[in-house]
């Protein structure tokens, strides 16, 4: 005790108990051997070491040094990890910071700090009991400074009691940063004013024409709910507008996306409503947005009401297809010489064959397509595993009732098919494997062991589309001899086409290119393969686990 005493940089409230404990030591049921190690315990400069720095930690916020800047340090490394990746073979300095931020102490670190940011510590013990007369009711008064920023707290009317509660804390907010109000507890006043009886929106008045600090009386919750991020991230295929959703609890809280927008999910805690971030922003506060149980029944609802009145529907393809709402993602970086298939889709006549054949003539070292089977008896002068594997019918059959083909279908009696472990052997082969498969096919294709990036190749407007294929004389593909142009049935065809498949698998893209004009949709088909050779890219996370 005299050793904690003497020593100015012990943690006082430490001192203070080793002296209670002092104090009561021939009242406690306990021997000598226990004594000693609480005793001890309570002078260990690792138990005193701690102590100061969770005493740090809870400080946040009053000590302005110990602000923290960010909360998402461990996103900031991996955007600059996208932006350095390019360049590593080019600048030594890129290559030393991206081999540093891979590292798993590197990593570890920013993680931890993250955590501390966003006050997500592991383990939490639990609060100290504290013994009140049945009758007496706790009451807790806290303090917010208003300001620019929502106070991130959504409140509610308890269905049982009528009473107002906090509904939910948003993550990052200035609520949830001060690590007073939690889910549950009831509001009784607000800067004064008692709202017992008073609706949600008569106490979010109140808080609007509030000024400067704000101050809440409460009665803290039964049980605390324990905040902690999830760290799922998905890409969201659809809009949203927080201001024109009639039935969001706070439009203030709402947050606003883009269709292929990634999102960082923090909660899910609450069936209808999830916490998010846009991925990469800066913001520590979480916003809300619909879940995904809650899209899907709009969606089912919206697409039930046109059936209804009248409106043209997909006839039942919906029913048959997924509805895209969110798809958790992950980042795939790219792997020396293990390169992704690129899938060129697109409606019939818009021009995919062409534009393969010119990226398989770019550099015919580097990319490379797959030889389809067929079942058709082989010709004079043609040579097996050259235009054509030729097995028999029996064989392409068998395989396909394996699920080993990624398409096939029937021409004149024969079966012609592109197999899976082709297109696996060019990728292990290091080659850029090139596809212009129908789109029913990508269901086999886009799984984890293949990877493809799939583009699709949208036909411009009819206007567009008529003028550029009569200046280049393009035959038409409806046509089996290619003998004549495309009539305006067939633009209008193909249009019509690319409308479907978008409808049906616009969500599974990864990029779109509109072949308005044939060179500068092949330019971007170049950009677009480089890409995907240099830069790590939202994939599904299931291909990187």
């Not at 073979?89 to 940011?117: R, S, V």
Request: proline letters at 6%.
């Amino acid at each position: 005790m005299t050793a904690v005493m003497a020593n100015g940089n012990w943690d006082p409230a430490l001192s203070r108990l080793l002296v209670s404990l002092e104090e009561v030591r021939q009242q406690l049921p306990s021997s000598e051997e226990e004594f000693g190690f609480l005793s001890g315990l309570l002078q260990s400069r690792e138990l005193n070491a701690l102590v100061q720095v969770h005493n740090k930690i809870l400080s946040n916020g009053k000590d302005e040094k110990f602000h923290p800047m960010l909360s998402n340090a461990m996103q900031v490394a991996l955007e600059v990890l996208d932006v350095v990746s390019p360049r590593t073979t080019l600048h030594g300095d890129c290559k030393e910071i991206f081999f540093l931020l891979q590292k798993p102490h590197m990593q570890g670190l920013l993680c931890a700090h993250d955590a501390i940011a966003q006050k997500d510590y592991f383990p939490r013990l639990p609060e100290i009991p504290v013994e009140v007369d049945e009758d007496e009711e706790t009451i807790k008064i806290v303090q917010l400074v208003k300001s620019n920023e929502p106070l991130g707290a959504t409140i509610k009317t308890d269905e049982e009691t009528g009473k107002i509660v906090i509904a939910r804390i948003m993550h990052g907010g200035a609520a949830d940063r001060s690590g007073l109000i939690h889910v549950g507890d009831e509001v009784c006043e607000v800067n004064g004013i008692n709202v017992e009886g008073k609706t949600p929106n008569d106490v979010l008045k109140i808080l609007q024409s509030s000024e400067g600090t704000i101050t809440f009386k409460l009665v803290p919750a039964d049980s605390k709910i324990n905040l902690r991020e999830s760290k799922v991230r998905v890409r969201a295929y659809f809009d949203y507008s927080a201001t024109d959703d009639p039935y969001i609890p706070c439009k203030e809280a709402g947050l606003d996306f883009k269709n292929g927008d990634v999102l960082h999910i923090v909660s899910q805690d609450d069936a209808y409503w999830w916490q998010a971030r846009r991925e990469g922003d800066r913001n520590m506060r979480a916003g809300l947005i619909p879940s995904r149980a809650l899209q899907e029944r709009r969606i089912i609802h919206e697409r039930t009401a046109k059936d209804k009145t009248g409106e043209e529907a997909e006839n039942d393809d919906f029913d048959r297809e997924e509805i895209a709402t969110y798809e958790e993602v992950a980042r795939l970086y790219p792997r020396p010489g293990l390169h992704r298939p690129i899938a060129l889709v697109g409606p019939p006549g818009v021009g995919r064959n062409e534009l393969k054949r010119r990226l398989l003539a770019l550099d015919p070292e580097k990319y490379k397509t797959t030889i389809p089977y067929t079942s058709r008896p082989i010709r004079p002068g043609e040579i097996n595993g050259k235009e054509y594997y030729f097995v028999t019918r029996e064989k392409m059959e068998e395989d396909v009732e394996a699920g080993k083909f990624i398409e096939f279908g029937e021409y004149k009696g024969n079966l012609y098919g592109t197999s899976a472990e082709s297109v696996e052997s060019l990728v292990n082969a290091g080659y850029v494997c090139i596809l212009n498969p129908h789109y029913q096919a990508l269901k086999m294709l886009r799984i984890p062991q293949l990877k493809p990036y799939i583009i699709y190749i949208k036909p411009p407007s009819f206007e567009v589309l008529k003028e550029t294929r009569h200046e280049a004389f393009a035959r038409s593909t409806f046509d089996e001899n290619n003998s004549r142009g495309f009539t305006d049935e067939e633009f209008l065809e193909i249009i019509h086409s690319g409308e479907r498949i978008e409808f049906l698998y616009g969500h599974w893209f990864d990029e779109t290119i509109v072949n308005a004009d044939l060179s500068n949709a092949f330019e971007q088909l170049v950009r677009a393969v480089a890409k995907v050779e240099t830069e790590p890219l939202w994939v599904p996370a299931s291909w990187v686990q």
